[in-house]
């Protein structure tokens, strides 16, 4: 990968000039307040990627080198085709911007650490970053034998502590820029291509907690669903929360039309703090009227992420609880099946509920009149649950690329 380095003394001058997206994080202390914090580590080399540039910036950044804005959109398109090699090839393009536009930008925001592909074709990517760091996205086959959806992360770890995921117990290192975020689109969208399938739609469900790094999430989401560039559309786009409430009011205010789905994953504020320990922060009925107010004013129907834990949130009282507390609202359940990632973050074990409590789960809700579905269990044995892959990674496994590793299906995180 190239890419463009500059000493640290010149890096305000370069951030100022726009080539650096500066990014702040939020981190959750114990005691479950959140504090704002710009801890984007400090890095003597900076590269900016194509995935990384809006049309806008590169046409500017064109301008600026005596070119004409038009070769922009048609760049950026192509980076965006679902076929084909990463390269500047257009023949419109005079050779002096070729090769400046080579020798300034790097083609890709990360490269490939390693690959997983299942046996119904699920692949799961483990890509490694400029700094080193890994991050996972996953494609996963729709049962319509021609589409995918791909799952993507955020942020590099996770602070939110949710005690039966494995992505937060590698903790917090940072955010994902727009462009990271925007070369996992491109790189599952070739990887769909390859399967024989067209990515249909993207959810935000992989690592990391997507309303903390709304600003980068939003601008690669303007770029994934912009029909000039990833062309996915609106729709097609969910954002999912653990359900951190400004961060739900901020996505209603940048009013673009994405999907939203909460993982509420009890119906009660004790069992969901005890699971989820941004539910200290925020309690089930705030959350919900959140949700209430995006679904109003964007008019798409919210999904309500519940991932079934044996003995946890898996009664029938619970069914019903859920089932009341979604009475008189147009939402749907997504049950999950629990992928076991060993011991949780408090030490404890997690199993998944048993086929037979999950169908009288599932049943119990629909007997109260609430839409639900199974979700399909997506293969354990590819590290299937998110973070498991980049655990075993930064423990010594082997990273490379690795195809055909003759597994079943994968699932994202349990948000
Ligand atoms: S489930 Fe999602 S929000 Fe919770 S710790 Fe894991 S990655 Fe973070």
Same mark, same amino acid.
């Given at each position: 990968?190239?890419?463009?380095?500059?000493?640290?003394h010149?890096?305000?001058?370069v951030?100022?000039? !726009?080539f650096v997206?500066r990014?702040?994080?939020?981190?959750?202390?114990d005691?479950?307040?959140?504090?704002?914090? /710009?801890?984007?580590?400090?890095?003597l080399?900076?590269s900016?990627?194509?995935?990384?540039l809006t049309?806008e910036?590169?046409?500017?950044w064109?301008v600026?080198?005596? #070119?004409?804005?038009?070769?922009a959109p048609?760049v950026?398109r192509?980076?965006y085709?679902?076929?084909?090699?990463?390269?500047h090839?257009d023949a419109?393009?005079?050779?002096?911007?070729?090769?400046?536009l080579s020798?300034?930008f790097?083609?890709?925001?990360?490269?490939?650490a390693?690959?997983?592909?299942?046996?119904? !074709? *699920?692949?799961?990517?483990l890509l490694?970053?400029g700094d080193?760091?890994?991050?996972?996205?996953?494609?996963?086959?729709? #049962?319509?034998p021609?589409?995918?959806a791909g799952?993507?992360?955020s942020?590099?770890?996770?602070?939110?502590?949710c /005690?039966?995921?494995a992505?937060t117990? *590698?903790g917090?290192?940072?955010?994902?820029?727009?462009?990271?975020?925007v070369?996992?689109?491109?790189r599952?969208?070739?990887?769909?291509?390859?399967?024989?399938?067209t990515?249909?739609?993207v959810v935000?469900?992989g690592?990391g907690?997507?309303?903390?790094?709304l600003?980068?999430?939003?601008?690669a989401?303007?770029?994934i669903?912009?029909?000039?560039?990833g062309?996915?559309?609106?729709?097609?786009?969910?954002i999912?929360t653990?359900?951190i409430?400004? !961060?739900?009011?901020e996505?209603?205010?940048?009013?673009l039309?994405v999907?939203?789905?909460?993982s509420?994953?009890?119906?009660?504020?004790a069992t969901?703090?005890?699971?989820?320990?941004?539910?200290?922060?925020?309690?089930?009925?705030?959350?919900?009227?959140?949700?209430?107010?995006?679904?109003?004013?964007?008019?798409?129907?919210?999904?309500?992420? #519940?991932?079934?834990l044996?003995?946890?949130n898996?009664?029938?009282?619970?069914?019903?609880d859920?089932s009341?507390?979604?009475?008189?609202r147009?939402?749907?359940?997504?049950?999950?099946?629990y992928?076991?990632?060993?011991?949780?973050?408090?030490?404890?074990?997690?199993?998944?509920?048993s086929?037979?409590?999950?169908?009288?789960f599932?049943?119990?809700?629909?007997?109260?009149?609430t839409?639900?579905?199974l979700?399909?269990?997506?293969?354990?044995?590819i590290?299937?649950?998110?973070?498991?892959?980049r655990?075993?990674?930064?423990?010594g496994?082997?990273?490379?690329?690795?195809?055909s590793?003759?597994?079943?299906?994968s699932?994202c995180?349990t948000k």
């Open positions: 990968m190239r890419a463009i380095s500059f000493p640290i010149v890096l305000p001058a951030r100022k000039k !726009g997206a990014t702040s994080t939020v981190v959750i202390s005691g479950g307040s959140m504090v704002r914090a /710009d801890t984007m580590p400090a890095s080399t900076v900016r990627s194509l995935p990384d049309a910036e590169l046409a500017a064109m600026s080198h005596g #070119y004409n804005a038009a070769h048609r950026l192509e980076l085709e679902a076929n084909g090699e990463r390269s090839p419109r393009m005079p050779a002096g911007l070729k090769e400046l020798a300034t790097s083609k890709e925001a990360a490269s490939l390693m690959r997983q592909v299942a046996g119904d !074709g *699920t692949g799961k990517l490694r970053l080193g760091r890994t991050v996972e996205s996953v494609l996963m086959p729709d #049962y319509h021609a589409r995918a799952c993507v992360s942020q590099v770890g996770c602070a939110m502590g /005690d039966f995921c992505t117990q *590698t917090f290192e940072r955010n994902l820029t727009a462009g990271e975020i070369e996992q689109f491109i599952l969208r070739r990887e769909a291509r390859t399967a024989g399938r990515l249909r739609t935000f469900m690592m907690e997507p309303m903390l790094n600003r980068n999430v939003l601008a989401v303007k770029r669903a912009d029909p000039a560039l062309a996915l559309g609106w729709r097609q786009v969910t999912s653990v359900g409430v400004p !961060g739900i009011e996505l209603r205010e940048a009013d039309g999907q939203l789905a909460i509420l994953h009890a119906p009660d504020d969901r703090a005890d699971l989820l320990p941004m539910g200290k922060r925020f309690d089930v009925q705030d959350v919900m009227a959140a949700a209430d107010r995006y679904q109003a004013s964007s008019g798409r129907i919210t999904t309500i992420q #519940y991932c079934l044996a003995g946890v898996d009664s029938l009282a619970q069914a019903r859920l009341r507390l979604l009475h008189g147009d939402m749907h359940v997504n049950l999950l099946r992928n076991p990632t060993g011991l949780s973050l408090r030490g404890r074990t997690f199993a998944p509920s086929m037979e409590k999950t169908d009288a599932l049943a119990e809700l629909r007997a109260h009149g839409v639900a579905h979700r399909r269990a997506r293969g354990p044995d590290d299937a649950a998110c973070g498991q892959l655990r075993r990674a930064a423990a496994g082997e990273l490379g690329e690795r195809e590793v003759s597994l079943p299906s699932k995180g």
